[in-house]
């Protein structure tokens, strides 16, 4: 991936300067030809992010529009550095890969705050220096030593107004419940989010779901195993419920307005009991813009300013508590901290995730396989 | 140095670059990966005790390779036909058969794996036409489940069934077939005593190509199983990725290798491999 980053901005380079004529047409051809050959040659050298840039690690999407704008624009104007992206997606063995190969090319990654906890007391990352990055501009439990809750995402369900307009479900106990509520559901294939939602159906207080009991989550959720999807990313869950291949979905909170949008109001977002997943920046250790310049950049996305941008542009909630009383009108039946649902969620909590994830996504896959 | 030369044929020098390449570039990685098998999270043998004390690997093992099995019988069986009806058909419809063979070899696994979604989902065109004219009250599941996952693969595995037996069956002596039928026997007897023993290369080679590609299948199992269809290489994935128990992984990776080359073994007990590789038959 590193690889083809380099040839990407190699030959972004090439095109600016080709464009301003500062190269000939034959230079530029032989340019692409080269990038396009140099694939392995180039695996012997560094492809390394240069020192005055920001490179953000995360999964792609409007990006460049929402961080860049939220973000970006602001640091850029303060330092001089501008942000970069890298969209492959950095999940937990693709930052252990990159920092044990001694070759980091991220500074800063758009992650869970469990990674922190999972990937830290290994040695694989910085820890946030808590002089620059403010503690108070997060939630309390979710300012932790590798990693810092900028935004918070969540699981919750959306469900079909035609199948069930009389009586809408309002609670995970209705997703399981398919006897009272017939048809199909979808949920999350690795774990997070899931198990949950299956305990507080199960009548575990939202409050009292840490430590998991995973052999009661197992057993709820094969109950409705025969009737149940599994999804893998958010296009996909947003797909099983548009093409009405489930009546009541489990899906990423932030796209419920788009699902609401996209079927024309058939589908319906239900925040009750929604479980809150704190988004945390992570920095790789040994990122190549140093830890100085990166826990600026942290600091900077802890402002509600940029913090209400990302909601607006992602509908990723804000995390810092000076940003909840200004989520605007129409983002608050959807937003986790809002007023109007910050009563009604459960937290998730980084530590018992961090700790035992993989035991828990195994034993999940066990169970739906 | 001629006593060298007797022992070593010079072509090798001519090679030995290459070789050195495909050695440091290829087994390298690889042997690597055999070795966190073992020493990955703690020396030894613990990942592959996981093999007969966990449930789990055994599902998921016994799912691919009945997956793999069943995928590898229909595509086979498809590319048999299709192989043969484009060797025996005039020229003209033999290139629009292989032209229409490479269009569909050649679209992304994903737009493939997707358009199934679009046909046979549950509110698809397959469905809506048959509840539409009232065969079905219910939509048929065809797709999230292990039978999406057929479809699915065998539609992507057809082309590759039939390159191989396209081969064979082009370098067969149709003379052999004109002397059975003069000596006496019907066309059915002539096809299955002395046309498809002459296609076993072409068959036996089709046959592996599937299997052993099937065994890496990820995508459509992903997409199409619903989650529910867990094969080895998504499990692998999971724990490179997500869980980083990369022991396990390199483990199953291992695992995985070594059934490969245990088939190709036994297969050439039976044959020489080199005939199915297209190699002489001498």
């Not at chain 1, 009548?203 to 409050?207: E, I, L, N, S, T």
């Given at each position: 991936?590193q ?12 095109a ?56 970006g ?5 303060a ?10 997606g950095?999940?937990?063995g ?33 820890a946030?220096?808590?002089?620059v990055?403010?503690?108070?501009k997060?939630?309390p439990?979710?300012?932790?030593k590798?990693?810092?809750s ?41 774990a ?10 199960d ?5 009292a ?7 009661r989550?197992?057993t709820?959720?094969k ?40 079927s ?27 830890r ?16 209400l ?16 009383a ?9 937003a ?23 035991d828990?996504v ?8 | ?16 670059p ?7 570039l ?21 990942n ?20 793999c ?5 229909f ?16 020229q ?40 539409g ?57 002539t ?70 080359l ?21």
């Open positions: 991936m690889d083809k980053q380099f040839m990407r901005e190699t030959l972004t380079d090439g600016k300067a080709f464009q301003a004529g500062k190269m000939n047409r034959r230079t530029f051809l032989t340019l692409c030809a080269m990038t396009g050959f140099a694939t392995a040659n180039v695996l012997a050298g560094k492809a390394e992010a240069a020192a005055n840039e920001i490179v953000m690690w995360n999964w792609g999407g409007q990006s460049e529009e929402c961080h860049g704008g939220a973000i624009k602001p640091f850029e104007a330092t001089g550095m501008p942000l970069r992206f890298d969209t492959s950095p999940l937990q693709k930052i252990r890969e990159m920092v044990d190969s001694g070759n980091v090319t991220a500074d800063v990654c758009d992650a869970d705050l469990f990674d922190s906890i999972a990937l830290g007391p290994t040695g694989h990352l910085e946030i220096d808590y002089d990055v403010s503690k108070d997060t939630l439990h979710y300012a932790l590798y990693g810092v900028i935004i918070l995402y969540g699981y919750a369900f959306v469900y079909d107004t035609e199948a069930y307009g009389d009586n809408p479900p309002n609670s995970w106990a209705d997703f399981f419940d398919t006897a009272k509520f017939p048809g199909k559901r979808s949920l999350y294939k690795w997070n989010g899931s198990l949950e939602a299956a305990l507080m159906a009548g575990v207080a939202k409050d779901l840490y430590p998991l009991d995973m052999d989550a197992l709820k959720l109950s409705i195993k025969d009737d149940s999807l599994y999804w893998g990313s958010g296009s996909e869950a947003h797909s099983m419920v548009i093409n009405g291949e489930v009546s009541m979905g489990m899906v990423w909170q932030n796209r419920g307005k788009n699902i609401e949008d996209d024309d109001g058939q589908y319906k977002l239900v925040m009750n009991e929604a479980l809150a997943m704190p988004g945390a920046y992570i920095v790789p250790k040994g990122n190549p813009a140093g100085e310049a990166i826990m600026k950049f942290i600091a900077t996305a802890q402002e509600p300013a940029a913090q941008k990302l909601l607006d542009c992602l509908g990723m909630t804000p995390s810092n508590p000076a940003a909840f200004q989520i605007p009108e129409n983002q608050q039946a959807y986790i901290t809002s007023a109007m649902n910050i009563d009604k969620v459960a937290f998730n909590d980084p530590v018992w995730w961090g700790e035992n994830g993989g828990a195994n034993a999940f896959l066990d169970a739906i396989s | 140095m001629n006593a060298i030369r007797k022992k070593i044929n010079p072509g090798w020098i001519l090679v030995a290459f070789l050195l390449l495909v050695v440091a290829y087994l390298g990685p690889i042997m690597n990966i055999l070795w966190l098998s073992v020493t990955d999270p703690e020396p030894g043998l613990s592959y005790q996981k093999l007969y004390q966990s449930d789990t690997m055994a599902r998921i093992i016994w799912t691919t390779f009945r997956i099995v069943v995928t590898t019988i595509s086979v069986f498809l590319g048999y036909w299709i192989a043969y009806a484009m060797v025996h058909c005039h003209q419809q033999k290139n629009y058969m292989l032209a229409f063979l490479l269009v569909s070899f050649w679209i992304s696994i994903l737009v493939r794996t997707f358009s199934w979604l679009m046909l046979l989902g549950r509110k698809g065109l397959v469905n809506d036409a048959l509840g004219i009232g065969v079905i009250s219910e939509p048929i599941a065809f797709m999230r489940n292990e039978l999406g996952v057929l479809i699915g693969m065998v539609h992507y595995m057809v082309p590759y069934a039939v390159l191989p037996l396209l081969v064979n069956m082009q370098s067969l002596d149709m003379r052999v077939m004109n002397a059975s039928r003069n000596l006496g026997a019907t066309g059915t007897q096809f299955w005593r002395v046309y498809l023993p002459l296609t076993t290369p072409g068959l036996v080679s089709s046959t592996l190509l599937v299997f052993i590609l099937s065994l890496g299948f990820y995508v459509t199992p992903a997409v199409l199983g619903g989650g529910k269809v867990l094969m080895i290489a998504e499990y692998i994935s999971v724990q490179l990725l997500v869980t980083l128990k990369w022991g396990t992984a390199a483990m199953l990776a291992a695992l995985m290798l070594l059934g490969v245990a088939m190709l073994y036994i297969m050439s007990q039976f044959m020489k491999l080199s005939t199915v590789f297209g190699g002489s038959s001498s």
